[in-house]
């Protein structure tokens, strides 16, 4: 069983900052891409950032310059880095994780619950 469980979620105001957590617990072998989406009511999940096992990144352009995916292997933890917030990076946001469970088995791919974040202008 793996999962994957993200913090960090709130309320500001446009131009603050927040760092949102996903930590992935259970039985895991490796992890490769970790990654954040995000998804408003009526509209498709979207990618936001995407960070694989050797600390390559990639970013949605709304978010290019101001988002900063990283991650502790040592932890099993992806992080999103979200400074200058804008309204319309509201949207509750998921985490994804890339795992293989064990030795031998194939990747899977694993998302958390979710977590709210609302920027106020």
């Known amino acids: 069983q793996v999962q994957l469980v993200e913090s960090g979620g709130g309320f500001l105001q446009a131009g603050e900052s927040l760092r949102l957590s996903c930590a992935a617990s259970?039985?895991?072998?490796?992890?490769?891409?970790l990654g954040w989406y995000r998804q408003v009511p009526g509209k498709q999940r979207e990618l936001v950032a995407i960070i694989t096992s050797d600390g390559t990144t990639n970013y949605a352009s709304s978010v290019q310059g101001r988002f900063t995916i990283s991650r502790d292997n040592a932890k099993n933890t992806v992080y999103l880095q979200m400074n200058s917030l804008k309204p319309e990076d509201t949207a509750v946001y998921y985490c994804?994780?890339?795992?293989?469970?064990?030795?031998?088995?194939?990747?899977?791919?694993?998302w958390g619950q979710g977590t709210q974040v609302t920027v106020s202008s």
């Open positions: 994804t994780a890339q795992i293989q469970p064990s030795w031998g088995r194939a990747l899977g791919n694993y």
């Open positions: 259970g039985t895991i072998f490796s992890i490769k891409v």
